[in-house]
């Protein structure tokens, strides 16, 4: 069974670069059609989509976030990275890893158990 695990700082300063890996077990980020997404709650709100890697390494990010966003992979470690730079305490949420069905399909079969970024002094 796939299993995602999220890790990195939980306290990020604002104006820092925000760096979260996804390490996955149980399965390849490098198996065909799958996409490999970040998806974050703020608190007291819904789940917001961030962006995804794909099988073959291609990124897409949201609108919103794109200019200061990043995700990258290291095969050899099937991990996945986020990176979103410039942050604010709007970007305090939690942060969830997951896999997508497909391309980009919106639908996830599995997600990491998410972890919480403070973006404060």
């Known amino acids: 069974q796939v299993q995602l695990q999220e890790s990195g700082p939980g306290l990020v300063k604002p104006s820092q670069t925000l760096s979260l890996t996804c390490t996955v077990s149980g399965g390849s980020i490098t198996t065909n059609f799958h996409h490999w997404s970040w998806i974050r709650q703020p608190p007291g709100k819904g789940l917001e989509w961030v962006g995804a890697?794909?099988?073959?390494?291609?990124?897409y990010f949201t609108p919103s976030l794109k200019s200061r966003t990043s995700i990258s992979r290291d095969t050899s470690k099937n991990q996945f990275t986020l990176q979103l730079s410039s942050v604010t305490p709007e970007d305090t949420a939690v942060y969830y890893c997951?896999?997508?069905?497909?391309?980009?399909?919106?639908?996830?079969?599995?997600w990491g158990q998410g972890t919480e970024v403070t973006v404060s002094s």
């Open positions: 997951a896999r997508d069905l497909g391309g980009l399909t919106g639908k996830y079969d599995y």
């Open positions: 890697i794909g099988y073959i390494g291609g990124t």
